[in-house]
Structure formats: structure tokens, C-alpha cells
């Protein structure tokens, strides 16, 4: 069946980076967009970015452009983000999810990675 | 804040209908979608493209979008649906936009 894995929890210091991957299984790995949807504690769903899986080509929203990058792995299906500059408040669950490929409409998003907290503390 | 506009929160009966409604000047001009989250899940897809359910979803959900709104309805409520509810749109300019989501609440 069509999975996304994500790698375990991470704790990081204010002001580090921390990378995160999102291996993919199930389907033909440059058929679709992967993006990446951030969750702070008792908050909404905001969208970080996409990668395009055959180029490797992204677009990122712009309150996280500068601070983060995507990359990917064809040899592996696996997509990486990561993101720098850390801030106290940044603690949060990050959500990898696939789309349609097409740049017209990328949506929805199905399935959803199992999210991986990112806990930022001294 | 957020783009597309949901209620904080919806309560219903059991059995009875639930709307979430999502707005946004020319809404019915894009591809909405919509997720449930129950809590420490992921976003679950339940409707996409407008009105469509995925395979495995109950036929209970369904979508609507037209002018500035669109509306999830689930008709004969469960207690199961009780969740966060988030719509999803994709804008060519600030990309995909989500709403501020939605807790139902099945009393």
C-alpha cells in the first residue's frame, strides 16, 4: 500500500537546524509532489513547501522561504526538509503528505506521513 | 492567520446534520478539499476536488463549494466524527492555503 515514513522525534537547541526525511513506498516515486505541513501544539495545519520528485524543483511558502530547503533521493524515494534558524516558540509536528503532479492543481493531499515532532528547547 | 475562513467550532446532536462551512473572496473558483484530524493522528483526505469522497470514506460526508463558500455537511452524525476539520485550496500565488480548522463536537 502507498506509505509515507517519517523519521523519529527530534529535540534541538533555539537557533540549530534539524532535518527531517519522508521515505515513500507503494507507488512510482516521481508521479507525485511531496509536501510538507507544519502543526505547532493545539494549531492548524500550515503548509511549509513541495518538491517535485523528477527534478527536484520546490516552492516554498513564503513565511519559511530563506529557512528552508527540500531535497530528495530518487536512489531511495525519500524526501528531505530542513529547516535552520530554530526558534523557541518552533516546536511543532511536521507532516510529509503526496499530491497529484500536476502544477495546476496540486491537491489534495493523500496520505499523510505519521508527522514527526520537533521539540525546540535550551 | 489564515487564509480560508472556518468557525472555531461546530456542535451537533447525534443522528443529526453537521455544516463547516470555509470562506474565501472566489472560493468557488478553486478545488477545495477537506481533512479530518482526530487527536495525535495525521490529516485524514475525506473529500477532494469540490464534492468527491475517496474510496473507504462513508457516504455521511459531502462537499459543496459555490461563490465564496464551501461547505462540508455529514448527515447522521456519529460520534466517531467528533474531530478537527481543515479545508484545503490551492492559490496560483500564495499556494496551497489551509483553513484555521474546525472542532465538532458530537453531544
Known amino acids: 500500500q502507498v506509505q509515507l515514513v517519517q523519521s523519529g522525534a527530534e529535540v534541538q537547541e533555539p537557533g540549530a537546524s534539524v532535518k527531517v526525511s519522508c521515505k515513500a513506498s507503494g507507488y512510482t516515486f516521481t508521479s507525485y509532489y511531496v509536501h510538507w505541513v507544519r502543526q505547532a501544539p493545539g494549531q492548524g495545519l500550515e503548509w511549509v513547501g513541495v518538491?517535485?520528485?523528477?527534478?527536484?524543483?520546490?516552492r516554498y511558502a513564503e513565511k519559511f522561504r530563506g529557512r528552508v530547503s527540500m531535497t530528495r533521493d530518487t536512489s531511495t524515494a525519500t524526501v528531505y526538509m530542513k529547516l535552520t534558524s530554530l526558534g523557541s516558540e518552533a516546536t511543532a509536528v511536521f507532516y510529509c503528505?503526496?499530491?497529484?503532479?500536476?502544477?495546476?492543481?496540486?491537491?489534495?493531499?493523500?496520505?499523510w506521513g505519521q508527522g514527526t515532532l520537533v521539540t525546540v528547547s535550551s | 492567520s489564515y487564509e480560508l475562513t472556518q468557525p472555531p467550532s461546530v456542535s451537533v446532536s447525534p443522528g443529526q446534520t453537521a455544516s463547516i462551512t470555509c470562506s474565501r473572496d472566489?472560493?468557488?473558483?478553486?478545488?477545495v478539499s477537506w481533512y479530518q484530524q482526530k487527536p495525535g493522528q495525521s490529516p485524514l483526505l475525506i473529500i477532494y476536488l469540490h464534492t468527491n469522497r475517496p474510496s473507504g470514506i462513508p457516504e455521511r460526508f459531502s462537499g459543496s463549494n459555490s461563490g465564496n463558500t464551501a461547505t462540508l455537511t455529514i448527515t447522521g452524525t456519529q460520534a466517531m466524527d467528533e474531530a478537527d476539520y481543515y479545508c484545503?485550496?490551492?492559490?496560483?500565488?500564495?499556494?496551497?492555503?489551509f483553513g484555521g480548522g474546525t472542532k465538532l463536537t458530537v453531544l
Open positions: 518538491i517535485n520528485p523528477i527534478d527536484g524543483g520546490t
Open positions: 484545503q485550496a490551492w492559490d496560483r500565488i500564495s499556494g496551497v492555503e
Open positions: 472566489k472560493l468557488g473558483d478553486k478545488y
Open positions: 503528505a503526496r499530491s497529484p503532479l500536476d502544477f495546476h492543481n496540486p491537491l489534495p493531499f493523500d496520505p
